[in-house]
């Protein structure tokens, strides 16, 4: 993964429990102190072990710890570096989620060694759309359910979002079910 997720993560803890708490994740993840550099390409490794070392030292399940940092990436990391792409991605949640299996093309603009979940849109009905996600990185599902809130959020939105479908029980991807009225 690029730093930019590194750094995000970084943020986050940093903004929520404070820095020596950021400073004890380093030293529990085994990563080390170092400056993540956004537009550098890291081992997945090292954001799984941030991730599970925040979740061991601040004291909550790693699932929280993904779904409180899709969130974030929306809400604080898009917005602040990105926040001209959130804006052409749609005018509303229904037009982004519409518009998301073509997102990451536009990412990959500025990240050309980045490789991006794919994403199918079914639409149920108004308001109410499943959607399909496909990565070939493991264990990220609460962190995709977290950007969908995050998104319902930023728009706005008082979404409910539910995992129908996971690797976990077996399947090749996730699905999502996102409803709001």
Not at 27 to 51: C, H, M, P, R, W
Request: charged share 20%.
């Amino acid at each position: 993964m690029y730093g930019i997720i590194n750094k995000s993560i970084e943020e986050l803890v940093i903004e929520k429990f404070g820095a020596p708490i950021w400073e004890a994740v380093l030293l529990k993840s085994g990563v080390g102190k170092q400056i993540f550099l956004s537009n550098e390409a890291y081992d997945d490794a090292v954001t799984y072990q941030l991730a599970a070392a925040t979740a061991d030292v601040v004291g909550i399940g790693i699932e929280v710890v993904l779904l409180e940092f899709g969130k974030w990436w929306i809400l604080h990391t898009c917005q602040k570096r990105y926040g001209s792409m959130l804006k052409t991605g749609g005018g509303n949640l229904t037009e982004f989620l519409m518009g998301l299996p073509s997102f990451h093309d536009r990412v990959q603009l500025m990240y050309p060694k980045l490789s991006p979940p794919q994403f199918k849109i079914e639409r149920i009905v108004d308001q109410h759309y499943k959607v399909h996600y496909y990565s070939k990185r493991p264990a990220l599902q609460e962190f995709m359910r977290g950007v969908l809130f995050g998104l319902a959020i930023y728009f706005n939105v008082d979404a409910k979002v539910e995992l129908m479908q996971s690797r976990n029980q077996g399947f090749d991807f996730e699905i999502f079910e996102i409803s709001w009225s």
